[in-house]
């Protein structure tokens, strides 16, 4: 089960975005690929996926956005933040 969570970061040299985010959009990807590693238990790694990036803006203040990118594997879930470059975030210090 996943348990609702909250939804935010805040920077040590901007303000903090949480709350009143609006959806921009969203896009959706699969992929079946495979990979040679030079060391490890197994030569050969597939990267078998489903992608769903949720892109989000603040409704007020900055109007930054941000993207959360989703990825559903055989044997787990990953996640990742990205912020793209914008006028008024154009690099980030994470605190928190």
Same mark, same amino acid.
């Given at each position: 089960?996943?348990?609702? #969570?909250?939804?935010?970061?805040? @920077?040590?040299? +901007?303000? %903090?975005?949480?709350?009143?985010?609006?959806?921009? #959009?969203?896009?959706?990807? %699969? +992929?079946?690929?495979?990979?040679?590693?030079? @060391?490890? =238990?197994?030569?050969?790694?597939?990267?078998?996926?489903?992608?769903?990036?949720?892109?989000?803006? =603040?409704?007020?203040?900055?109007?930054? =956005?941000?993207?959360?990118?989703?990825?559903? @594997?055989?044997?787990?879930?990953?996640?990742?933040? #990205? @912020?793209?470059?914008?006028?008024?975030?154009?690099?980030?210090?994470?605190? =928190?």
């Amino acid at each position: 089960m996943i348990r609702p #969570s909250a939804l935010g970061f805040l @920077f040590t040299d +901007s303000r %903090k975005i949480d709350r009143a985010l609006a959806l921009v #959009s969203t896009s959706q990807a %699969k +992929s079946d690929t495979s990979w040679t590693q030079p @060391f490890g =238990e197994w030569k050969t790694i597939r990267d078998n996926y489903n992608e769903l990036i949720v892109r989000l803006r =603040e409704t007020k203040n900055l109007n930054r =956005e941000m993207a959360v990118t989703f990825r559903i @594997f055989d044997d787990g879930v990953g996640l990742r933040y #990205s @912020f793209p470059d914008q006028p008024d975030l154009h690099h980030a210090n994470i605190a =928190e």
